[in-house]
């Protein structure tokens, strides 16, 4: 038997077992916007790897192969959309506002989401990318840092001075807000 069809019936065996599996793992991971299909996904991905089974060595883990595959596809998904959505609010940008803000007494959670949605948009793209992936899509350090190259510690200031930058935005904001009222 050939490596092509060999690596072909295992990837088709897998995906004939597995499919539903395969399914529930992707719309955990995606679950936070509409615009992305799980199925979509699925299928963009197998459609790679069938096409190119014929360049692939004997795939002896087909699980870890796809799984690592579909993995793969949903960062590039999320990190597309990611550049053309802007931010959408949810209960991590409440959790982030109350972070920055010790005293929310005054403004309204609607109020404090808008400042922190405004102060977020503003920041550079360096700081923005950061605290959406850490703050928002969960991403470790760890995980950005094998993605992006850049070093764990580097993410990890530039996560800081975001957060000073925002502190200080939201603050302004705030005390702009006061003296109208």
Known sequence: MNLESENNKKLTDFFGRE?????MY??????DTANRDAED????????LFSGADRYAPINNVAGFVYRSIKNKIIDV????????????DKDLLELVEVLQQSTDTHTSD?????????IEQLKPAYKDIIIAVDFEGYTYKEISR????????????RHRAIGILYKKIEVEINKQKNIS
Request: glycine share 4%; proline share 0%; aromatic share 2%.
């Open 19 to 23: 499919y539903e599996s395969l399914r």
């Open 147 to 158: 993605e992006t190259g850049i070093s764990i510690g580097t993410l990890m200031s530039r």
């Open 41 to 48: 996904i699925i299928q963009d991905v197998a459609l790679k």
């Open 26 to 31: 992707v719309k955990t991971k995606i679950s």
């Open 78 to 89: 999320m990190r597309t959309t990611k550049k053309t959505n802007s931010i959408e609010v």
């Open 111 to 119: 109020q404090m989401i808008r400042v922190l949605k405004k102060s």
